[in-house]
């Protein structure tokens, strides 16, 4: 399984993969799945798994919540710098927020996001790209 270019995998923790065999299913299971390897160079997961079925790479949704810190930085243009730092990535985010906008400054390490670094969204659609990419602000 190839993933996405723009889905950040976690190097600080073990890859979750989970199995259901029905697609309308909220349960997942991780029983039978072995041998999960990613590789960060082709960006492939393999795994081996004694079930058909869908198969997801999990992790869980709060992860970051609560909040390590946060902070509210003006600017000159009128703008704020939205700063937020989560529990167990310690990767820092910043925001620009200007009106009727928001605008992913930092990570900048994280090639993942580079695509969003720097675009001009509302702020639902910058935090919903952000959870889709593996960062989520909200719960």
Same mark, same amino acid.
């Given at each position: 399984?190839?993933? &996405? $270019?723009?889905? /950040?995998? &976690?190097?600080?923790?073990? /890859? @979750?993969? #989970? !199995?259901t065999d029905?697609?309308?299913? %909220?349960? !997942?299971?991780?029983? #039978?799945i072995s041998d999960v390897h990613f590789s960060r160079d082709t960006r492939i997961l393999t795994f081996s %798994?004694?079930? $058909?079925g869908v198969h997801a790479i999990l992790h869980q949704r709060y992860i970051d919540l609560p909040f390590d810190r946060w902070s509210l930085r003006p600017s000159l243009s009128g703008n704020v %710098?939205? %700063?937020i730092s989560? @529990?167990?990535?310690?990767?820092?985010v910043q925001i620009e927020v200007g009106e009727g906008y928001c605008r992913l400054l930092q990570p900048s390490a994280d090639i993942e996001l580079r +695509?969003? +670094?720097?675009?001009? =969204?509302? &702020?639902?659609? =910058?935090? $919903? +790209?952000l959870a889709?990419?593996?960062i989520n602000l909200v719960g």
């Open positions: 399984m190839v993933m &996405p $270019a723009d889905v /950040i995998v &976690p190097a600080d923790s073990s /890859i @979750q993969v #989970g !199995w029905n697609e309308a299913s %909220t349960s !997942w299971h991780f029983d #039978g %798994t004694m079930h $058909a %710098t939205l %700063t989560g @529990q167990r990535s310690k990767r820092e +695509r969003l +670094r720097g675009m001009r =969204l509302g &702020p639902h659609g =910058l935090l $919903a +790209r889709a990419a593996g």
